[in-house]
Every structure is written in structure tokens, then in C-alpha cells.
């Protein structure tokens, strides 16, 4: 099937699926609406990003696609670790195990940004949103990592393994009551990701953000691998849906630009999701 009216960059992400013989999603023009959304703000640039919705992505299998300029149109897809579920809403996370990889992943050490959508749905669902670096099945504290501990929304960016007083530098740490069960937004970034100690950085839950700053750990970092992941764990309780996440390299976004790039979303790829 033909579809004339994609944007090029659309297309070449149906392209790759068509050649693992995925056939088309059936929610692909909302997928092509966020991405003409993002050029028409400007944000496009070094930005990749997953739709994780059964109907916008492959929907079966261990293959998560990317899409976006941030590796110059290569792709960056995750593998699905220890079977998740696909569905409608998102990729249904229930087991400490299950994460997604992303192998041979890069990024540049300068500013960073990252808007994640799920939903919680135990009352003391704990989760990492990212983690750069490193990962670590049990324990991902290693290396930037964005933490959300349950639906009243305590959340955390991390830079841990550090050498040094506390170990760790925390850039924004952030407790809001009552984001509740349900399908949020959670954002999170830092001015350098190569330099814990003088970066600046926020962590933001649907329109609450923070930029607190804490830790006194210092370079180098305690371990030497590179390995970047979504959407890991850590806690006791694991119980969520992961409907999307998407990184920008060299780019750390404002509120008001967080609250443009959340609109997009809810019209387009999160329509149907009840967000705020």
C-alpha cells in the first residue's frame, strides 16, 4: 500500500519495518503527525524517539523502531528484554526483568532531554525511565538515569556511580502528590551529561517541574561500560505501561517547550490515553 501523503522521514520508517516483514501499523498517520508536529516546532534536529503502542509500531515480536534525525536517519531500535507484552495503550511492563535495550546505542556528552508517557498502575509501581551508560538488570543505578517511585510522582535524575562524597549528583528531585494512576507525562534533562558536578537540571512531572540540585560525587565514574537502556527497574512493585519515549542530544528543553512537545503528543500519538 501507498501512502502519498507521509512525510519522507514516515516513510523510511516504514520502509525498515517492511523489510523485517512488519507490516504497516494501523495508527501510522497519527504517527506522521507528531513527526510533522516536532519539524513545525523546530525540534526535529538531534531527536530520535519510540512509539511504543501496539498499533503504531511493530506490534509483535522483540523489535522496537526509532524514528528521528538524531542519527543522521540510521536506526536506533530497542529489543525487548524478557518478553513485555505489545498492546493498544503501550508495552505492558510486570516483571523486574523486563526492560528495553538499546545495543550499540551513542550520544554525544553535552545537554540532553527526555519526555517519557505511561501509566502506573500499581500503587507502589516503581520504575527508570532511561539510564545511560550503564545498566545493571538488578540494581540500574549507574551512569544518568531518570527514576519515577510510585504514582504520587516522587521522581529523580540521577547521576550515579560517581567518584567521591555521596557518590551520586541528583539534578532536580522532585515530589508530587497525586499524579495518580494513570497515563502522565514525565520529563526529565541535564546541561552537560559530561559534567555531574556543574550541570544544571530539572525533572518534570505533566506541568510540575523541579530543579533542585544534590550529591556530592565527582568524576570519573565507577565502571567503564556503555550501555543505554528504557524504561528498567528498581523496587519492589512493577506494574506500567510504556507508551512512548523520546531523547533529544544536545538540546535542553524549556518548560514551555516540554508543555508544546506534550500537546503534540495528546493530539496525536496519545490520543485516546485520557492524559492531562
Known sequence: ???YKLDRDTKAYLKRMAVDGIKTPPDIYSVNDFVVGLKDLNLWGNVIFWPLRANQNAGSGNIVYSLGGLTGG?????????NPIWHTHGIILNNPNQYISLSGASINADAFTSLSVLSTIASDNSTNLFGLFQYLPINPTRGPYYGIYGPTGNGIM???SLTGGA?????GNQNVTNVGIG???AAAGLSDLSDPVNSTGFV?????????????GTLPYTFNSNLYWLFGFQGSVRNEIASFQIWFSGK????????QLQNLYKSTLGKGLNLP
Open 158 to 160: 540521577r547521576i550515579g
Open 252 to 259: 535542553l528543553l524549556t518548560q514551555s517547550e516540554i508543555l
Open 1 to 3: 500500500m501507498k501512502y
Open 204 to 216: 518534570q512531572l505533566n506541568s510540575t517541574r523541579n530543579t533542585t540540585s544534590s550529591g556530592s
Open 74 to 82: 540510521s536506526r536506533l531500535d530497542g529489543e525487548l528484554i524478557s
Open 167 to 171: 557518590g551520586y549528583r541528583d539534578k
Open 183 to 185: 497515563f502522565y507525562y
